[in-house]
């Protein structure tokens, strides 16, 4: 099973870039089903962007065109590059894996977007 542990919040302005990356250990980090979700405050945990083992991709509406996820299997890394930040994307931010019943995530890592 593996570990995951995020990396790259912060506080940002309104239009900024952010890159998130999420380390994981283990040795089988490629056979996961990875994902990014967020919660923003008094809100529900939502889905942000997925990624499958090789590398099909699904966004949230809210932030096709402006996020992107990607994997380096190589690195046992995963990322998600936030273009055009907004202040509704204020959340914190979370790794997730699966591989059949197995369900990780990471401990979150807070990102703001503020003026």
């Known amino acids: 099973q593996v570990q995951l542990v995020e990396s790259g919040g912060g506080l940002v302005q309104p239009g900024a870039p952010l890159r998130l990356s999420c380390a994981a250990s283990?040795?089988?980090?490629?056979?996961?089903?990875m994902g990014w979700y967020r919660q923003a405050p008094g809100k529900e945990r939502e889905l942000v962007a997925v990624?499958?083992?090789?590398?099909?991709?699904d966004y949230a509406d809210s932030v096709k065109g402006r996020f992107t996820i990607s994997r380096d299997n190589a690195k046992n890394m995963v990322y998600l590059q936030m273009n055009s930040l907004k202040p509704e994307d204020t959340a914190v931010y979370s790794c997730?894996?699966?591989?059949?019943?197995?369900?990780?995530w990471g401990q979150g890592t807070l990102v703001t977007v503020s003026s």
């Open positions: 997730n894996g699966k591989l059949g019943g197995i369900e990780v």
């Open positions: 283990g040795s089988i980090f490629s056979l996961y089903y």
């Open positions: 990624i499958s083992i090789d590398g099909a991709t």
